[in-house]
């Protein structure tokens, strides 16, 4: 049988914070966690490779600052990656690294094939436009110049978020928590992009809103076969949605596999500690 | 104590606003940075015009200074005399007989011609500035062409308002590169900035940015395939005093009657209009 091609690999991903020194660039490093002692550097992702199939959802698990969200936003193009491959299969085949492509090439790939869902509705949404605008924002992103198209567009989407027509003209600002995510999942999923990241998406939410947004990501990836990375550090969250999983710590990746043997065999100490802890 | 140099600002100072001047018509529409100087007149109150103008300005020119298309505002007059004190030259208050217009929120009415220059004022250079506040962003925004900002801006006037509510200052693009302010003139005057015959320098003195739109350049408004840019409409309205009404209009309230009655904004086009009505009879 074939392997059947990754939508997603990412090949000894670093993001560093910092030049780092004699120190810390040292072979066997001695590191405080993800930070050198001498010099702040931060090492918040080092060496991260994983791939991402077509329909799957990848979980990523960690503690609070364990590089989960510098991931992300690298893959986002957010942040510029220190050192690192990144490979699409539907960008040139997956033949160029598009963490060196130039900056309009990047901004082309996010707004055509991913969206991305933030830990932190600020950072994800303009919270004095309207609803209707902020979905159209990648719309337009991407090239769009028909109104009524894009408004078509933004309120099926509304609707699929089950966000009331009545509120899609208003601005997220006067939004709970939860509608506010829903339009973030939204605005990710308006250009119809094969790949998904979602960053804490539930985080901070009630329980019952929890229950809901989860709802809605899951049919999302069973309706439309989208790939999803969900970051979370809710091994509960983790367990309902991902097929396999990665945990991280200190910036590195420390175990991966079916979320299924990861939650019930855990192999690296640190993870036994996070499972076991929970039970 | 050494004289006051000819319009006012030193040599030195003349040369570096006419570089940015020539590297603006270099590359239309382009935002060129300049050292901005301090002038007998508040920042805010059309210092980056009034910079331009001293710059370029020469013993024959010939100026005439508008505000809203008012020619005796005290602002226009303030500038008027700075100008003339420090240069001598002539003023005038007829479009076609001046060589340099400097003005605030308005293209004149009389078309301008090869040999005429036109400078406006700018309280804001940034197109993109109320989408981004950080200048090192919109920066890269320009030189990576990446104008989505300032179509999210009018889609969101649609939504709020089914039409682009943006009255004066409204988008263009210039020469298929550079989205830019065109100042806060009415939407009336965007068509008049394209291809035009006389060379138009912007000048935000605060912002201290210089940019151009070099003669016979294509400058096109911002628009939606389905929402196309339309000026303001003043179907049904004449000017009360000279019946035009292919003409940019002010709605103003007659304080007896308390009517509303319209006029031309352009006061001297108005003045030249209502003579010529006078000397035909
Ligand atoms: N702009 C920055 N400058 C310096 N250090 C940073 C910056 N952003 C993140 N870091 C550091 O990088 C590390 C990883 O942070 P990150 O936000 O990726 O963690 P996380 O796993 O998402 O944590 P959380 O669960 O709290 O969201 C942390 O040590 C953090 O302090
Ligand atoms: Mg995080
Ligand atoms: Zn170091």
Redesign the interface.
Known sequence: MMQEQPVLSIRQLSKQYGDGCTHCQHEDMKLEKNFCPVCKTVYACRSVSFDLYRGEILGIVGESGSGKSTLMKSLYFDETVTSGEGYLVDYENGHNNIFTES??MK?HIRNTILGMVYQNPMLGL?MD??S??NI??KQ??AGN????Q??ERSLSLLQHVKIPVHRS?EAPKNFSGGMQQRVQIAKAMSNNPPILLLDEVTTGLDLSVQADVLDLIKSIQRELNISMIVVSHDLAVIRMLADRTIVMLNGEIIEHGLTDQVLEDPQHEYTQQLVYSLL | MSAVPFALLDEQSKREIRRAILKGIAIPGYQVPFASRELPIARGWGTGGLQVTLALIGKNDVLKVIDQGSDDSVNAVNIKKLVTKTTGVQTTTRTQDATLVQSRHRIPEVPLRADQVLVLQVPEPEPLRDIERSEFKTKRYHAEKEYSGAYLMLFEQIMRYNQTSQGADYPVLVNGRYVMNPSPIPRFDNPKIHQSDALILFGAGREKKIYAVPPYTNVESLAFEDYPFVVEQFEGKVCRETGLSDVFLDELTDEVTGETYYVCNDTSYMQEILQQKVAAK
């Open positions: 900056s309009q901004r303009k436009f309207s209707m605008s159209a924002e337009i992103a110049r028909h109104v009524r894009m408004e003209k």
